[in-house]
């Protein structure tokens, strides 16, 4: 039976999710390649590097898209693998902790979030995202039927995961990688409230959470801006706040990012002759290939990479929605949630709205973690789609 459906599972893909990851793929990887040659050749390095690069990780994610498609999903349930899983990214994890402690000088940008192996490196942060999806679906849907009951009558129940969740969060915020900390604590929250969560407890964590962060940006917005702040995550938050006042100390990455939108305007200056790649926007093939994309193709071209996203976005929120399982309603929100709130960090940091959080533009930025966990993501969303629309069609035959 099974062999059957998977001989047939290709009549059941959602199209709706794989051409926007096609489309996405292609014009990050163009980007990539645009946004880095100058650097490279400048540098003396191949003018391809980074684009090869990307092109390899694309090759392999449509691997795992296409593996995680096909594969059965209770594999995923297995408890030996989430077990193994967790012990792996917690040692990567502890792993980096004591290496920012140890060897300082293994920092990137201020954070000890990579671990190089061979001419590639890892984020172990970006699959501890895959993980909690992973863990906290598998979780919540066996105890379905106890949430079921009154919330504080079996607020016990989420002890286990919210611990599991928390000890990685803290680890990941460590590093210290809050972008990340901050995808996965949205992720946790937007899971457990899609188990069916009173909607007014899910409304007061919320509110809770966003008043800490709007006073810890008041009292921020408050500090002497003087020359002897040292520590760089402070510097790019306090960027945020004045970033041409801090121009010369975390600002110009912002800076920069204003004047490559306002060198595009609508229509770009044409593909390859973006004027800020050259040296004055920092690592432009990463964090901010978004504000390259508006000042070479515009912002209309930047609008239609960010409406691809927004229908891959609304399409696996709707599947988990109108799922019929809560281990597919949850995986779908998880992964949404990944892919949501990498867009709105990337886009709101380029803007100026949010604090740089050091997040990449799903699929369009250059990064082998992060584009071999979303496509490992996006593959089990498809699996569950084809899954849903079998199923909708026994009912109707």
Partial sequence: MWRKFQKSKIQYLDYWLLMPYIILCAIGALMVYSASSDLMSIN????????????????????????T???RLSVLRSSKLLMWS???????????????????????????????????????????????????????????????EK?????????????????????????????????????????????????????????????????????????????????????????????????????SQLVNSYYAINNGGWFG?????????RGYLPEPYTDFI?????????????????????????????LGIHATKMYHTLICYGVGTIIFVQTFFNVGGLLGILPITGVTLPFISYGGSSMLVLATGLGMVLNISAQEKRLAHQRLH
């Fill in 44 to 67: 003396g390095l191949k003018p391809d590097a980074y684009f090869t690069k990307q092109l390899i990780y694309i090759a392999i994610g449509f691997i795992l898209l296409l593996f």
């Fill in 151 to 251: 919330f504080w009558d079996n607020v016990k129940l989420f002890l286990q995961p919210v611990g599991l969740v928390a000890a990685i969060l803290v680890l990941v915020f460590l590093q210290p990688d809050l972008g990340g900390a901050s995808i996965l604590g949205m992720v946790t929250l937007v899971m457990f409230f899609g188990t069916g969560i009173p909607f007014k407890y899910g409304a007061i964590a919320i509110s809770g959470i966003a008043a800490v962060v709007t006073s810890a940006l008041t009292i921020l917005g408050h500090f002497n801006l003087s020359n002897n702040i040292s520590s760089y995550k402070l510097n790019r938050l306090l960027a945020f706040l004045h970033p041409f006042k801090l121009e010369n100390m975390g600002g």
């Fill in 290 to 318: 978004l504000s390259i994309i508006t000042e070479e193709i515009g912002v209309l071209g930047a609008l239609v990479i960010l409406g691809l996203l927004s229908v891959m976005i609304i399409r696996i929120f709707m």
């Fill in 69 to 71: 498609f096909f594969l």
């Fill in 269 to 277: 200056l044409g593909l390859g002759n973006s004027i800020q790649k």
């Fill in 86 to 148: 967790t012990i792996v990214v917690f040692l990567a994890l502890l792993y980096l902790f004591g290496l920012s402690h140890f060897r300082p000088s293994a920092a990137v940008n201020g954070a000890t979030a990579w671990i190089p192996i061979g001419p590639f490196t890892i984020q172990p942060s970006e699959f501890a995202k895959l993980l909690i999806v992973l863990y906290l679906a598998s979780m919540l849907s066996r105890k379905e039927k106890d949430l079921e």
